[in-house]
């Protein structure tokens, strides 16, 4: 099997031995596999043999020797109903891989292609969850690690970062501000993005090979994903068109995208809305996992909406803290950002889009632990509201 990396814009191919995380043309990277021999691919008994960790799949990620993988034992993350009378819809909880967020997937795989070219020095910019995880695999591989971050950050994720050795900077404005900054330190050093780096789409390729061994090799009808850099989108889009293409699954799953009212750059895209300043104004947003206003890798999100028959919707900041606290309710506690996909869902059935009859899975994506400011706030709103009925 051969490996490359090719751009996504003018199409030009790199070994993947270069250290580089993006086209000398500015354009983001992506990985293919050629010449694949399908004698070599390990049968779904073997796979069900192994441990059970996202490494099961190890075959099917661009490391090439199993020595430079970097693991904090991610294992297979437990799916968990969403109403003890309905098992069509499936909660996804990946909110306890080992840092308390999906993006350990993307992690563990970027970090051993890290570790297996050599690099020694990277940087990230986050806006918490991604830069906890980069940091922690980052201590993990004895690698030095740098992470901006923008001033509004969660505590919790913040205290994360720091704890597992990663040197921080705080970047006053908005989320594309903080990455700016990075991209100026990457110049010098090895950029370990969640959205450009190409090994991060990998490794979250992980949560369509695990769910649909968890389907019995079969797929949802539908599944409602966060957007904000798209790499979850994209990562879970290729996971199933290879599983797709090598025969495993009948068919890829409606995949259904997520996007605040306030910053919805791919709904705008897919749903051909134009002359729309959004994207260039600052909106805060209680989702900040995914304020992401300019998305690099936005034309190959809409393409994989397409590819999967799905679509993208909004939710309101309203739907989004009503949510964070019915679900609380059934014993499960995420961030803000984790409960856009379960507002999502509500919305989609009473719109009608989605049918009771479906089945539908809803990952959920990081954990409450992690935002205990932004859950104090809103139990304090919920307080006083209480307190003003009551008088």
């Not at 190890?58 to 003890?84: A, H, V, W």
């Not at 909660?91 to 297996?116: N, Q």
């Not at 980069?134 to 919790?156: D, L």
């Not at 290879?242 to 709904?267: A, D, M, R």
């Amino acid at each position: 099997m051969t490996m490359k990396l090719r751009c996504t814009v003018c199409g030009r191919e790199f070994s993947d031995d270069k250290k580089i995380w993006r086209c000398d043309c500015g354009g983001p990277l992506e990985i293919i596999f050629e010449d694949v021999d399908y004698n070599r691919i390990p049968s779904k008994q073997e796979i069900a043999n192994r441990p059970k960790t996202m490494w099961r799949f190890q075959e099917f990620y661009p490391i090439r020797n199993s020595k430079n993988i970097i693991t904090l034992g991610e294992s297979i993350t437990p799916l968990t109903r969403l109403n003890d009378e309905n098992d069509k819809v499936l909660l996804k909880l990946d909110f306890l891989m080992p840092t308390l967020s999906f993006k350990d997937r993307g992690t563990a795989v970027l970090m051993s292609k890290i570790k297996e070219l050599g690099i020694q020095e990277i940087v990230e910019d986050s806006s918490g969850n991604a830069g906890a995880s980069i940091a922690a695999y980052a201590a993990r591989a004895g690698i030095k690690c740098t992470i901006y971050v923008p001033y509004y950050t969660s505590g919790g994720k913040v205290s994360q970062i720091m704890l597992y050795g990663a040197n921080l900077i705080k970047v006053e404005g908005s989320r594309d501000k903080t990455a700016e900054r990075a991209l100026v330190h990457a110049k010098n050093t090895y950029y370990a993005s969640h959205y450009w780096n190409p090994y991060f789409l990998e490794g979250i390729k992980s949560f369509s090979y695990e769910l649909s061994e968890q389907f019995n090799w079969s797929v949802p009808d539908f599944i409602i994903l966060p957007i904000g850099s798209g790499s979850f989108f994209l990562g879970a889009y290729k996971g199933f068109k290879e599983l797709y293409n090598i025969g495993w699954i009948s068919k890829i799953p409606h995949l259904i995208g997520v996007q605040t009212e306030c910053i919805k750059p791919v709904y705008n895209a897919f749903h051909g809305i134009k002359n729309c300043n959004s994207n260039n104004k600052v909106t805060k947003t209680v989702a900040e996992g995914i304020a992401i206003t300019k998305p690099i890798r936005i034309k190959s999100i809409v393409n994989a909406i397409k590819g999967s028959n799905g679509d993208v919707i909004t939710v309101s900041e309203n739907e989004i803290i009503s949510t964070l606290k019915q679900i609380t309710k059934k014993g499960i506690l995420i961030e803000p950002t984790s409960a856009v996909t379960l507002a999502a869902y509500t919305k989609l059935v009473n719109e009608g889009i989605i049918d009771k009859k479906d089945s539908v899975v809803i990952p959920l994506t990081g954990s409450g632990l992690k935002a205990y400011r932004e859950l104090q706030e809103i139990l304090i709103r919920e307080y006083k509201g209480d307190s003003k009925e009551k008088s």
